[in-house]
C-alpha cells in the first residue's frame, strides 16, 4: 500500500530476537497510522498488569503513512506506558528522525525486553544492528549524538535520552536532531529502563506515492492555507511559540507561583519579543515546515534551542523568575539531560510552595533563578533534592502531606495555561488520556486565540462536544503524522485528502473524525482496564474552589462536573467514564 | 449547511492596506481562483493589474471609491470609480460621506452616492457607511438614502473604523433594504463562526481577508453546529462593546452608554457598569 514502507520491527532486548510484525489492511483502515497503529499494537502486545518499568512494557517508535511526503512530516510518535502516570501514553516529536526512520525502510520498531548491557540501535536500509553503548552511558544527549554520528554516519538522525532517562526520571524525555523533545510522559525514562540509549536512523529509501502529481499540487494548495492563517502564517513565523505569553497573561491564565495567580506582572522578561531582542540567533524549522516556529539561541555560556512557550512559562512564571538567561540554561540543560521542562517547572513549583508554608526541607524561593540551572541538573541526575524533585508533583506534595498542591492531572504535570480561564481547556486537562495536558484538545486555539473558530472561553455549554471533537481530530492527525499546529489553518476535510493522495484510500473528513474517536476510545479502554475512572478525570481542588483574585479570568472557577457528565454521554461512555459495550462494539472494539 | 462552494461564492477576498504591492494583489488574485471566491476586492490603483491577472476566470474585480475616509469631492469618487470599471473592474464599493450623514445633509449624500453610481454604470455599487460612526436610526438612513440613490448593495464598514461588521448593525441593514438589494458584512470577520453569525443575520455578501481560513473553518462546523453557535454573552457581539471615548465620536459614545444603561443584561454583563 502507498504510504507504507510495509515493515514493523519487533526487537526483544533481553536476546536480540527480531520478528516482524504484519500490519493487516484492517488496522491500517481503522487506526491509519502513527498514534493510532502504536496504541493498537501496544494495546495487543500488552496488558495492565504489566508496569511501566517492566521489561515487557512494550516501547513503540512509528511514523505514520505521510511521513516525509509533505510538509510538516518528518515526525514520529513514541507510545508506551508512563511511569509517571501509570496511563498509556504516546508523545510525539518533530525534526527529522520519523523521516529517515522510514527512509531506512520501518514504519515503526517495537522495543520489549531489557538490554544486560547498555546499547544503541543502528537502523539503516532494512537493517537492524544493536551495537554496545557501555562508553556513552553517562553522556548527555549532545555528547552521546557526536559519538555516534561518528562513529555510525554523521548523515544519520539520532534519538537518545540523557542523564535522566538513564537514571530513570519519572518526567524523562528523548531527544532527537536538533534538540527535539519526545517530552510528556517520562517515555524516555522507559527507554532508559531497558538499557537503550539511542536509535540511529538513516536509509535512502522513498515512500510510494499513490497521486504524486494532485499531491504535488496539493502541496501549494497546504502552503497558501498555512501562509494565510494568522497564527501559522504570522504569530509563529515572527515570534515563535513564546508569541502566546502576552496573549495568556492578558487572558489572566499565565500560571504564577504555581497556579496561584493567572498574572505574572513581570511576563515582559521573558516574553517572545524579549527572546527575540536578546537571545534569537535565528529561525529554525522541523522537516519541510513553512511555519519554522522553533529558535536557535544563544547566551553568555551557551547557545542550543529555545525556550519554548511551555518552558518559558515553566522555569519563568511558574517560579516567579523573570530572568531570562536563567531560563534559556535550564533549558538548555533539559535538553542536554532529557528533561520534560513542563514537568520539571511544574514540580519545582510545587516545592517552591511546600518550602513557603515550611513544609520542605530544602529552602527553595520564589523567583530564586540563581539556584534554577543547579535544580535542573539535580532532577537529571536524581541527586540530592533532585532525587525527590524527579518523582514529579503528585508523589511529591503526596509525600509532605499536601497533595492538593500537586498541579496535575493523572499524575501529569499541567502546563502553562489556567484552566480557570477556559472551560473547555479544564475539560479537555481532565478527560485526556495521558493527564494533564494541553495537546490532546488544544483548546486555547477556539478559546483564547479565535482559531480555527472563536468560542466564548468562559461559557460550558457546549464544551463538552468541541472538546471530545479536538481531541478525536487531534488523534487522527497524530497518526498521519503531521504538526499539530497545521490544524491551525487546515480542516478535516483537507487533512483527509493528503491521506488519500498519498495512500490512494477515500477517506472523507467524516472518515477520519471516526478514526480519531476509535484511537480515543482504545486509549480510554486501556486505562479503564489498568483502573482509571471519574475519580481520575478530576482536577486539582484550586481550579474548582479557589477564584483567581486579579487579571482578565479574575472570580472563575472551572465548572467541571457539568461538562463531564455531558462529556461522558457524548462519548458513550458510563457515569464511571468507561466507554459501555454498545460504544466499543459501534468501533470496532470488542 | 452552507456548502463550501456557496460559502466561496460570497466572499469578496479583500487586500487594502497601504503596504500592499503587486505581489501581493497578484498572490489575492491567485488564491481567489484557486479558492473560488467572488471576486478580488482591492484599490483602485490596482484594477488594471488585477483584471488581466483574472480574464477569463469567474472571479470579479471589486474596487473601493473614496476609500477609506469618503471624504473626497464626488467628482473625484466618480472620477475614480469611471477610471476603475474602464480598467476592469465589475464592482465598486464607495465609502458615502459619513460626516455630512450624521449631520443630516441628505441631499448630498444621495447625490454623492448617485454620481458614482451612474459614472460606474454597468458595474455595481455597494455603498459602505461606516457604521461604528453612526446611530441606528442613521444607519437606517444611510441605507434609504443608498437605495433610491441607486447602489445595489449597503455595505456595514471599511475595516478602518473604530469596530467592522457586526450581526445586529447587519440585521438592521437587511430590514431596511429588503430582499433585493445586497448587504455586505465586512471588517474584522476572522473566522467562519464570525461569518455565519453575519450571513445568519441578513449579510449575503463577506468582505474579508482572511477568507481562506473562514472557508476551512467550515470543515469543522459540521460535526458540532449547535455547540459552536452557542449564544455568545450578548455584549460580545454588541456594537456598545465596541466604542471608547477615543475612537468614535463623542456623540455615539453618549449614544451607547444611554442605550447599554436601559439595556436587561446592564446588571449581569453591560459594559458601561462591569
Redesign the interface.
Known amino acids: 500500500m502507498a504510504g507504507w514502507m510495509n515493515k514493523i520491527l519487533k526487537i526483544n532486548l533481553s536476546n536480540n530476537e527480531q520478528e516482524e510484525i504484519e500490519l493487516t489492511d484492517s488496522t491500517r483502515e481503522n487506526f491509519l497510522g502513527g498514534r493510532g497503529v502504536g496504541v493498537k499494537l501496544f494495546t495487543d502486545l500488552s496488558s495492565p498488569n504489566i508496569k511501566p518499568f517492566d521489561a515487557e512494557n512494550p516501547l513503540i517508535f512509528m511514523t505514520g503513512p505521510l511521513t516525509g511526503t509533505v510538509l510538516t512530516s518528518g515526525r514520529f510518535q513514541v507510545i508506551s506506558r508512563s511511569p509517571l502516570t501509570n496511563t498509556i501514553c504516546d508523545s510525539s516529536s518533530g525534526g527529522l528522525f520519523g523521516m529517515r526512520l522510514k527512509e531506512a525502510g520501518f514504519d515503526g520498531l517495537i522495543f520489549v525486553g531489557k538490554a544486560k548491557n547498555p546499547v544503541y540501535v543502528n537502523i539503516t536500509d532494512d537493517s537492524v544492528e544493536i551495537r554496545d553503548a557501555t562508553n556513552i552511558w553517562g553522556k548527555n544527549t549532545h555528547e552521546t549524538r557526536d559519538i555516534i554520528a561518528q562513529e555510525v554516519n554523521p548523515k544519520a538522525s539520532i534519538t537518545c535520552i540523557g542523564q535522566a532517562g538513564e537514571n530513570k526520571v519519572l518526567f524523562a524525555a528523548l531527544m532527537n536532531d536538533k534538540d527535539r523533545a519526545t517530552g510528556r510522559g517520562g517515555l524516555g525514562a522507559v527507554m532508559g529502563s531497558k538499557n537503550l540509549k539511542a536509535l540511529v536512523a538513516y536509509g535512502t529509501k522513498k515512500t510510494s506515492i499513490a497521486y504524486p502529481e494532485e499531491l504535488k499540487n496539493f502541496k501549494s494548495f497546504l502552503n497558501r492555507l498555512v501562509k494565510k492563517n494568522p497564527v501559522t502564517g504570522k504569530l509563529l513565523p515572527a515570534l515563535g511559540t513564546s508569541v502566546l505569553v502576552d496573549t495568556i497573561n492578558k487572558h489572566g491564565m499565565f500560571p504564577t507561583k504555581n497556579f496561584q495567580k493567572g498574572v505574572f506582572n513581570d511576563a515582559e522578561g521573558i516574553s517572545g519579543q524579549k527572546i527575540s531582542e536578546n537571545i534569537l540567533k535565528k529561525q529554525s524549522a522541523c522537516y519541510k515546515c513553512p511555519i519554522a516556529c522553533g529558535r536557535s539561541t544563544e547566551t553568555d555560556n551557551k547557545k542550543g534551542e529555545g525556550p519554548e512557550y511551555e518552558t518559558v512559562w515553566a522555569f519563568g512564571a511558574q517560579l516567579g523568575i523573570s530572568d531570562l538567561k536563567a531560563v534559556t540554561e535550564a533549558n538548555y540543560i533539559c535538553n542536554e539531560m532529557g528533561i520534560d521542562t513542563i514537568s520539571a517547572g511544574n514540580t519545582i513549583g510545587c516545592a517552591m510552595e511546600l518550602s513557603e508554608k515550611g513544609l520542605f526541607p530544602d529552602n527553595i524561593r520564589w523567583g530564586d533563578a540563581d539556584r534554577l540551572v543547579e535544580l535542573v541538573k539535580k532532577i537529571g541526575l536524581r541527586k540530592g533534592v533532585g532525587k525527590e524533585l524527579s518523582l514529579g508533583a503528585k508523589r511529591l506534595a503526596k509525600k509532605y502531606g499536601k497533595p492538593q498542591l500537586a498541579m496535575e492531572v493523572k499524575g501529569l504535570e499541567l502546563p502553562a495555561y489556567d484552566p480557570r480561564g477556559a472551560q473547555g481547556l479544564a475539560l479537555a486537562y481532565a478527560t485526556s488520556n495521558r493527564g494533564g495536558c494541553h495537546m490532546r484538545a488544544y483548546m486555547i486555539g477556539p478559546e483564547i486565540l479565535g482559531q480555527p473558530v472563536n468560542l466564548n472561553r468562559f461559557s460550558t455549554a457546549g464544551k463538552a462536544r468541541i472538546v471530545s471533537l479536538f481531541q478525536d481530530i487531534s488523534a487522527f492527525v497524530d497518526s498521519t503524522i503531521l504538526c499539530r499546529f497545521l490544524q491551525f489553518a487546515i480542516g478535516i476535510d483537507n487533512f483527509a485528502k493528503i491521506v488519500n493522495l498519498v495512500t490512494g484510500s477515500n477517506l472523507t473528513g467524516d472518515d477520519a473524525v471516526k478514526i480519531g474517536t476509535r484511537i480515543y476510545n482504545l486509549e480510554r479502554k486501556f486505562n479503564v482496564e489498568a483502573g482509571f475512572k471519574r475519580d481520575d478525570d478530576i482536577l486539582p481542588e484550586r481550579f474548582l474552589n479557589d477564584k483567581l483574585k486579579t487579571g482578565s479570568s479574575r472570580n472563575r472557577v472551572v465548572e467541571l462536573d457539568k461538562m463531564l457528565n455531558e462529556y461522558y454521554e457524548l462519548r458513550g461512555w458510563d457515569n464511571e467514564g468507561k466507554p459501555t459495550a454498545e460504544t466499543l462494539a459501534k468501533l470496532n472494539l470488542s | 449547511m452552507i456548502t463550501r462552494k456557496e460559502l466561496a461564492k460570497m466572499i469578496d477576498h479583500t487586500e487594502l492596506k497601504a503596504s500592499s504591492g503587486k505581489k501581493k494583489i497578484k498572490k489575492l488574485c491567485e488564491?481567489a481562483v484557486?479558492f473560488g471566491f467572488y471576486s478580488v476586492c482591492i484599490n483602485s490603483c490596482h484594477t488594471k493589474f488585477a483584471s488581466d491577472i483574472l480574464k477569463n476566470t469567474n472571479v470579479e474585480v471589486c474596487v473601493v471609491a473614496g476609500f477609506p475616509l469618503g471624504a473626497n469631492k464626488t467628482e473625484v469618487k466618480a472620477a475614480e470609480a469611471k477610471k476603475a470599471v474602464e480598467d476592469g473592474a465589475g464592482e465598486i464599493d464607495m465609502v458615502i460621506n459619513n460626516g455630512l450623514l450624521r449631520e443630516g445633509d441628505y441631499e448630498y449624500v444621495e447625490r454623492d452616492i448617485r454620481k458614482v453610481v451612474e459614472a460606474s454604470y454597468p458595474a455595481h455599487v455597494k455603498v459602505i457607511l461606516e457604521n461604528c460612526y453612526l446611530t441606528n436610526e442613521q444607519i437606517v438612513k444611510g441605507c434609504e438614502i443608498s437605495v433610491s440613490a441607486g447602489a445595489k448593495f449597503v455595505k456595514t464598514s471599511t475595516g478602518f473604523g473604530a469596530f467592522g461588521a457586526l450581526p445586529e448593525h447587519v440585521k438592521l441593514m437587511r430590514e431596511t433594504v429588503g430582499a433585493n438589494i445586497g448587504v455586505k458584512a465586512a471588517g474584522g470577520i476572522?473566522?467562519?463562526?464570525?461569518t455565519w453569525r453575519l450571513i445568519k443575520a441578513g449579510a449575503n455578501r463577506i468582505g474579508a481577508s482572511?477568507g481562506?481560513?473562514i472557508l476551512?473553518?467550515?470543515?469543522?462546523?459540521?460535526?458540532?453546529e449547535?455547540?459552536?453557535l452557542?449564544?455568545?454573552?450578548p455584549c460580545?457581539i454588541c456594537p456598545a462593546r465596541h466604542v471608547s471615548i477615543t475612537s468614535v465620536p463623542k456623540s455615539i459614545f453618549k449614544y451607547y452608554k444611554k442605550r447599554c444603561s436601559n439595556c436587561k443584561y446592564k446588571n449581569k454583563y453591560n459594559k458601561f457598569y462591569e
Open positions: 488564491d484557486n476572522k473566522n467562519f463562526k464570525d482572511a481562506v481560513s476551512e473553518g467550515l470543515s469543522l462546523y459540521k460535526y458540532a449547535d455547540a459552536w452557542e449564544p455568545e454573552i460580545h
